[in-house]
């Protein structure tokens, strides 16, 4: 079995990660680092283990969510599809079984907006853990004045939690500050994703709930 320590510990691993982040940074895009594969995975490690997958399910989920924006590299157009595909190359010659291969793949395939759909509980938990990564240190022009919508929504994040609460919902809390970005501003930029984390959750037999500055939004 593959196993999640030996993709996180792999440097060319890193390399590529790295370096698509470093891609999307001069394309004017939020932090894609090793902070954020990193974080995804744990809080997909945390969703799977809360709700009693299996040992193996949950190791994948978090190979799955450490490759998940490699494809970034070649292009951020169609970047799940590209990431699959070097997922699949990465994964094969690490010697990953053909079955472990396969559900990396098609969580990787299917997380990005335009073209996700949570084929199965590892797609389901990277949809969910990588949505839900809204916060200010994701910002990386920090001149104010110069942010553009992307930037405002997400540094004006004060704290984000996740939490699954009974084994029956999964809550994204968050607290805005409104002086800098309105809680419209964060609809208009995060209300598709927020509609697909709600499509993971269901596949999970989970509800979906966001809460924004103690009021239930959606």
Same mark, same amino acid.
């Given at each position: 079995?593959?196993?999640?320590? /030996?993709? #996180?510990?792999?440097?060319?691993? #890193? ?5 698509? /982040?470093?891609?999307?940074?001069? +394309? ?5 680092? +090793? ?9 997909? &490690? !945390? ?16 190979? $799955?969510? !450490? ?12 970047? $799940? ?11 094969? #010659?690490?010697? $990953? ?5 396969? #559900?990396?793949?098609? $969580?990787? %395939?299917?997380?990005?907006e335009g073209t996700a759909v949570p084929v199965s509980a590892i797609a389901a938990a990277l949809i969910l853990a990588d949505k839900t990564d809204v916060r200010r240190s994701r910002v990386r022009n920090l001149d104010l004045p110069s942010f553009d919508i992307h930037d405002r929504v997400n540094y004006a994040v004060e704290e984000s939690k996740v939490?699954?609460? /009974? ?17 419209? /501003? ?5 209300? %598709? ?10 596949? +999970? ?10 009021? &239930?939004?959606?």
């Amino acid at each position: 079995m593959i196993i999640f320590k /030996d993709i #996180k510990e792999n440097e060319a691993i #890193k390399t590529y990660i790295i370096q698509a /982040d470093n891609t999307l940074s001069s +394309l004017g895009y939020t932090e894609h680092s +090793l902070a954020h594969v990193a974080k995804v995975a744990n809080v997909a &490690k !945390y969703i799977l283990e809360t709700l009693n997958y299996p040992r193996q399910d949950v190791e994948l989920a978090q190979i $799955a969510c !450490y490759l998940h924006d490699i494809g970034n590299i070649v292009n951020r157009e169609e970047h $799940a599809q590209s990431g699959a595909v070097m997922a699949f190359r990465i994964l094969d #010659k690490l010697g $990953a079984t053909p079955e472990e291969n396969a #559900k990396v793949i098609a $969580a990787i %395939g299917n997380h990005d907006e335009g073209t996700a759909v949570p084929v199965s509980a590892i797609a389901a938990a990277l949809i969910l853990a990588d949505k839900t990564d809204v916060r200010r240190s994701r910002v990386r022009n920090l001149d104010l004045p110069s942010f553009d919508i992307h930037d405002r929504v997400n540094y004006a994040v004060e704290e984000s939690k996740v939490e699954i609460i /009974d084994s029956k919902i999964f809550q994204l809390n968050l607290t805005i500050d409104t002086t800098i970005s309105p809680v419209m /501003d964060y609809f208009e930029i995060f209300l %598709g994703r927020m509609l697909l984390c709600k499509r993971a959750a269901n596949k +999970l037999e989970l509800e979906f709930e966001l809460i924004i500055n103690n009021q &239930k939004v959606l």
